[in-house]
């Protein structure tokens, strides 16, 4: 995704002390190289201050005496914001996270869903819980709660009338009654985490629903919104007559935006899509021509910290250091998403959203998501 001919300034500085000789080219390659480094990586004395602080504020203010987190949001916080300190070196044997673990052990549910009963979020639920039990799971504790919880999310998964089925593949909120591809992005995430690998039939399954939320005509996206508005990026369901949380276009096509087409991207990464792929080629150029740290494109400050969370999951899991907009410019985004996350953190440890839609305004979920976008762009 790089392209280092766009970088003279630097070959040139190094190919002028190639003419001092041997000893000082050596160390003048070895200057180059740490320079590089290190413009991948955040700055360590900033990234681990933001993260203690955050941490600490999660245990002293965000954390309720059961463990939980949010609890009136349902059990999702808590597993994010469990799955997120686990990812910073949190044991679980430590009693911040072994309080949250044993709530969420109280959501296990026969079927093997792990989900407070009566919701709508079956699937949410228990996606973000078995990522964060799979994290905890070192010692095999957790082995055959994650056996069945997976078998859970599978019987979930949509099915419709077979692959021709536009929501064939999916996952989704029961309240809605068809598929999206948050919802589907965060079921390719737990099917991975429970040990499916790309090629298993779910994570499979779960593809062909990812490629028909794309503006993409191929063989794999023929809806009726494939062609009308072209542009590679990805919107939020293409079931039950389509919805993009970012609007339609004049001939009603459904509109790209941020959140999504980094999820588009990531999920298509964890299936085995390679990158010379036509699907994976439209989604980065998309990327290029909006790559943003400022706002998520298409919706503002809506979802911010959710898009935050994405971008960096999705660039990490292309194994880039750094991304090339479609400007020229050279972004280590690592570096540069840690800087933007560091001058957004509260003078106690919290981030949060003034934009409260998608439950934003909640400091704790948002700092779990920020916690999780952190854990991508460790020094």
Not at 24 to 35: E, P, R, V, W, Y
Not at 142 to 159: E, H, P, R
Not at 258 to 279: C, E, I
Request: aromatic letters at 10%; glycine letters at 10%.
């Amino acid at each position: 995704m790089t392209n280092r001919s766009k970088m003279p300034h630097r070959r040139t500085a190094l190919l002028a002390y190639m003419s001092l000789g041997p000893s000082i080219m050596a160390l003048a390659c070895a200057a180059f190289a740490a320079d590089e480094a290190n413009r991948d990586r955040p700055d360590n004395r900033q990234y681990y201050q933001s993260v203690t602080k955050a941490i600490a504020y999660l245990k002293t203010k965000g954390q309720a005496g059961d463990g939980s987190y949010s609890s009136r949001a349902g059990i999702g916080p808590t597993a994010l914001v469990t799955v997120a300190l686990l990812r910073h070196e949190i044991p679980p044997s430590d009693p911040q996270v072994a309080g949250s673990l044993t709530y969420l052990e109280k959501f296990v549910q026969p079927d093997g869903g792990i989900y407070q009963p009566g919701t709508l979020y079956r699937n949410y639920e228990t996606c973000l819980a078995l990522l964060c039990f799979s994290e905890a799971n070192s010692s095999g504790r957790y082995d055959n709660l994650i056996k069945k919880a997976d078998a859970f999310l599978k019987s979930l998964q949509w099915g419709g009338k077979g692959p021709a089925d536009v929501a064939y593949g999916g996952g989704g909120y029961g309240k809605h009654k068809r598929p999206d591809l948050s919802n589907t992005s965060f079921l390719i995430d737990a099917l991975k985490a429970a040990g499916n690998d790309a090629d298993s039939d779910a994570i499979q399954r779960a593809l062909v629903f990812v490629s028909r939320c794309q503006n993409l005509e191929s063989k794999y996206n023929t809806t009726p919104f494939s062609d009308k508005n072209p542009d590679g990026g990805f919107y939020y369901t293409p079931a039950v007559g389509g919805s993009s949380q970012a609007g339609e276009t004049a001939n009603g096509g459904l509109r790209s935006y941020g959140s999504m087409t980094y999820a588009g991207l990531k999920s298509m990464l964890y299936a085995g899509v390679g990158q010379d792929d036509p699907r994976v080629k439209a989604a980065v150029l998309w990327v290029r021509k909006h790559y943003d740290l400022k706002s998520n494109p298409g919706l503002g400050t809506a979802g911010l910290y959710y898009y935050y969370h994405l971008f960096a999951k999705a660039l990490h899991a292309a194994g880039e250091n750094t991304f090339l907009d479609s400007d020229g410019n050279e972004h280590h985004w690592r570096t540069e998403l840690a800087a933007e996350l560091a001058s957004r953190q509260q003078t106690d440890g919290s981030w949060v959203n003034r934009n409260d839609r998608w439950l934003e305004g909640d400091a704790n979920l948002v700092t779990g998501y920020v916690l999780l976008t952190l854990s991508y762009c460790r020094p």
